[in-house]
């Protein structure tokens, strides 16, 4: 799913190529895309667009007569583009956003189309598509300190919870933790001062160097290869592959559709967290990396 890095460069992006611009229409390839009736998505067509911004993982935007568009990718959407009229590419395409000098096209690589596009009226139905988590980037220690200690949970659910903090998804709440060298099971009311510290500090700079790398690449043109794997990550997607800290492979925790990816020397004192995929085959889970390599050739012996 696009994150803050990402979806404040294509924020960025879409300011250099379509703000100021009139939107002439919008051509929706897919029924599941739009979530609203009303206003209708029609009354967007020939509004010239006064600017865009970030919402949480959202992109907002705003149209002459106080008209938005919300538009949340999700996991699998990505934006492109493309010149005028472009056709929308039929098994992942959802929408195109025709402009001129160019059309915005809207693809899902996924069969569940979890995608969305909501037209509202006003900044006030703007904000009720806003979870509410803080702006990491904006939010100073105490802040920062009050609303990761609201609830009491895990560290990795409280940094990817949109309630709690803007932007923050999977990747980078793996990569912030390896940062800060806490565990993601480690409960949030269990952390110290410093550790707090160490979580604030690791946050800002995680986002804002991969904000920084991702603005590099793209340059003054189109965000094409968003991803949540990217080969400067420390640990998200690198299950198996030496840290870049350490040395020690790195582990992973699947759960449903995600997976949580962490060093064991850094962020665990060396303790490897049980795996529910793996579980299932080791019934003794090991404690360490070392025992966990040694069952794994006994079921290989």
């Given at each position: 799913?696009p994150?803050?890095?990402d979806?404040?460069?294509?924020?960025?992006?879409?300011?250099?190529?379509?703000?100021?611009?009139?939107l002439?229409?919008?051509?929706?390839?897919?029924?599941?895309?739009v979530?609203s009736?009303?206003?209708?998505?029609?009354?967007?067509?020939?509004?010239?667009?006064?600017g865009?911004?970030?919402l949480?993982?959202?992109?907002?935007?705003?149209l002459?007569?106080?008209?938005?568009?919300?538009?949340?990718?999700?996991?699998a959407?990505?934006?492109?583009?493309k010149?005028?009229g472009?056709?929308?590419?039929?098994?992942?395409?959802?929408?195109?956003?025709d402009?001129?000098?160019?059309?915005v096209?809207?693809?899902?690589?996924?069969?569940?189309?979890?995608?969305?596009l909501?037209?509202?009226?006003?900044?006030?139905?703007?904000?009720?598509?806003?979870?509410?988590?803080?702006?990491p980037?904006?939010?100073?220690?105490?802040?920062?300190?009050?609303?990761?200690?609201?609830?009491?949970?895990?560290?990795?659910r409280?940094?990817?919870d949109?309630?709690?903090?803007?932007g923050?998804?999977?990747?980078?709440?793996?990569?912030?933790?390896?940062?800060?060298?806490?565990?993601p099971?480690?409960?949030?009311?269990?952390?110290?001062d410093?550790?707090i510290?160490?979580?604030?500090?690791?946050?800002?700079?995680?986002?804002?160097?991969?904000?920084?790398?991702?603005?590099?690449?793209v340059g003054?043109?189109?965000?094409?290869?968003?991803?949540?794997?990217?080969?400067?990550?420390?640990?998200h997607?690198?299950?198996?592959?030496p840290?870049?800290?350490?040395?020690?492979?790195?582990q992973?925790?699947?759960?449903?559709?995600?997976?949580?990816?962490?060093?064991?020397?850094?962020?665990?004192?060396?303790?490897?967290?049980?795996?529910?995929s793996l579980?299932?085959?080791?019934?003794?889970?090991?404690?360490?990396?070392?025992?966990?390599?040694?069952?794994?050739?006994?079921?290989?012996?």
């Open positions: 799913m994150e803050l890095p979806v404040d460069v294509y924020v960025e992006a879409l300011r250099r190529h379509a703000e100021g611009e009139v002439e229409r919008v051509r929706v390839a897919s029924p599941f895309l979530r009736f009303d206003p209708k998505l029609s009354d967007a067509h020939g509004k010239v667009v006064r865009f911004r970030r949480g993982k959202r992109i907002v935007w705003e002459d007569g106080e008209l938005f568009l919300v538009l949340h990718p999700m996991i959407g990505r934006l492109r583009w010149e005028p472009a056709a929308v590419p039929k098994k992942i395409g959802l929408a195109a956003f402009f001129a000098r160019g059309s096209i809207l693809t899902e690589a996924s069969k569940k189309k979890r995608a969305s909501y037209v509202v009226r006003g900044t006030a139905a703007v904000d009720e598509h806003d979870p509410g988590g803080l702006e980037l904006d939010a100073d220690l105490s802040s920062f300190r009050a609303a990761i200690l609201r609830e009491s949970h895990t560290l990795k409280t940094l990817s949109p309630r709690v903090l803007s923050v998804g999977n990747a980078y709440s793996d990569e912030i933790l390896h940062r800060a060298h806490l565990s099971v480690k409960q949030t009311k269990k952390l110290t410093d550790e510290a160490r979580l604030h500090g690791a946050t800002r700079d995680v986002l804002l160097e991969a904000r920084d790398r991702i603005r590099a690449e003054d043109g189109f965000p094409d290869k968003v991803t949540a794997f990217r080969p400067d990550m420390a640990v997607g690198k299950y198996g592959e840290c870049p800290v350490c040395g020690t492979k790195v992973r925790i699947v759960r449903a559709d995600n997976e949580v990816n962490y060093c064991p020397t850094c962020q665990t004192g060396g303790k490897l967290l049980a795996d529910r579980s299932r085959l080791i019934k003794d889970w090991p404690k360490t990396l070392e025992e966990l390599e040694e069952r794994k050739r006994e079921r290989r012996g």
